[in-house]
């Protein structure tokens, strides 16, 4: 939730969306929903970033999820305990093995059979470094799948390194 969030400097509106994927201009209803309650909110932390996201997955699974941070508190942490979890999608196969994941494919052989991923030891080296940084937990014996309070954040590192 945003209350007790600072109004501080409200940045302006983007000019344009990004050209691949992006949503018409007057999506930005979110943004401007942010900076509205920015405003309402005496304080001077400088702001606040979020991440919100609803979609339904493949396999008709509904996710929605809403998650913000305070701008200045952000900005005077320290982020190198955050450099395992970049770490951990910086890899193309885990990139990969997660995008299948939420496409359906949960079960490690089924994950195994996919080209690509490598062999079935990389295939659990890589599903070992995704659970350490929290992005894939175990559902079950031989079985992997993102927490939902994971695939929205795990979306918007895709939307945000797109050029």
Do not use: K
Not at 27 to 39: I, K, N, P, V
Request: charged fraction near 20%; glycine fraction near 12%; include cysteine.
């Amino acid at each position: 939730m945003l209350e007790g969030w600072a109004a501080g400097e409200v940045l302006d509106r983007p000019r344009a969306a990004p050209e691949r994927g992006a949503l018409p201009e007057e999506a930005f209803w979110a943004l401007e929903g942010l900076q509205t309650r920015l405003a309402d909110v005496a304080s001077e932390s400088g702001g606040a970033v979020m991440l919100i996201g609803s979609l339904t997955l493949p396999g008709g699974a509904p996710v929605a999820w809403q998650q913000g941070a305070d701008a200045a508190g952000l900005l005077d942490a320290d982020w190198s305990d955050r450099a395992a979890v970049f770490g951990a999608l910086a890899h193309p196969v885990r990139i990969e093995l997660l995008r299948h994941m939420l496409n359906g494919v949960q079960a490690t052989a089924d994950l195994a059979a996919i080209d690509g991923l490598g062999t079935t030891g990389q295939l659990h080296h890589h599903l070992r470094q995704l659970v350490a940084a929290g992005w894939v937990r175990q559902s079950g014996r031989g079985s992997y799948e993102i927490p939902a309070a994971r695939i929205v954040p795990l979306l918007a590192c895709v939307v945000g390194v797109e050029r």
